[in-house]
């Protein structure tokens, strides 16, 4: 199956920092990629939708200003947790899809913990 | 509004068959997902149904009634590795991944 890379795969910074992850769709081109954060023992909670070459669509009650994504190619999009504090200390997932209609799986990547002191 | 409804827990025997129920109401419907998530990892794909009835995959079937806006996982001869979460997800009409909160599987010797 395609794969998916999610860097780095554990994080730990001070409050205030920003942090940037990468997703990164190695055998295929994603059309669209999504951003899950997950709370110890529930389920995914979806936060954007990226398109590449355009805006991401945020869901509700998401920041789009604390949480910056890019998809600046049809292989990697960026999440950017910006002055990050010990609430946003979650499991971050992305995903990519190939293409929209039909069978259109979701690949996942390994996923990002990421701990705010 | 959207929902998918699944069991919180379940336990089952080492050796034994286990049926994990997902019940949803989505606007529209392009498909369902089961996948297996183990602790502190990302989910795993494990079966995609979008016509009624029953897909077989080895050890792990999936089935669904779109008139009932049903579907279940059936883990046969079930491992202990298999202890996990399950997670049942609908495509809605815009193609967006309606999640269900997971069936965390408990396997017992």
């Known amino acids: 199956g395609a794969v998916v890379s999610q860097h780095p795969s554990r994080v730990i910074c001070k409050s205030g920092t920003s942090v940037k992850i990468e997703c990164r769709s190695l055998?295929?081109?994603?059309?669209?990629m999504f951003w899950y954060r997950q709370f110890p023992k529930k389920s995914l909670m979806l936060m954007a939708t990226?398109?590449?070459?355009?805006?991401?669509?945020?869901e509700q009650g998401v920041e789009k200003d604390k949480f910056l994504i890019n998809h600046a190619s049809l292989t990697l999009s960026t999440l950017t947790v910006t002055s990050a504090h010990p609430e946003d200390s979650s499991f971050y997932i992305c995903?990519?899809?190939?293409?929209?209609?039909?069978?259109?799986?979701?690949?996942f990547g390994p996923g990002t913990r990421l701990t705010v002191l | 509004g959207q929902n998918i409804d699944q069991p919180t827990e379940m336990t089952a025997t080492e050796g034994a068959i286990v049926q994990i129920n997902c019940t949803y109401q989505?606007?529209?419907?392009?498909?369902l997902f089961w996948y297996q998530q183990h602790a502190g990892e990302a989910p795993t794909f494990l079966s995609y149904?979008?016509l009624d009835g029953l897909e077989e995959k080895g050890r792990f079937s999936s089935f669904l009634s779109r008139s009932k806006g049903y579907s279940y996982l059936l883990l046969k001869e079930l491992q202990m590795k298999d202890s996990a979460s399950y997670l049942c997800?609908?495509?809605?009409?815009?193609?967006?991944?309606?999640w269900g909160a997971g069936t965390k599987l408990i396997i017992k010797p």
């Open positions: 995903s990519a899809r190939e293409g929209q209609g039909d069978y259109n799986e979701q690949f």
């Open positions: 055998d295929f081109q994603a059309t669209t």
């Open positions: 990226s398109n590449e070459g355009s805006k991401a669509t945020y």
């Open positions: 989505t606007s529209g419907f392009n498909g």
């Open positions: 149904n979008v």
């Open positions: 997800a609908v495509t809605d009409s815009n193609y967006q991944l309606i």
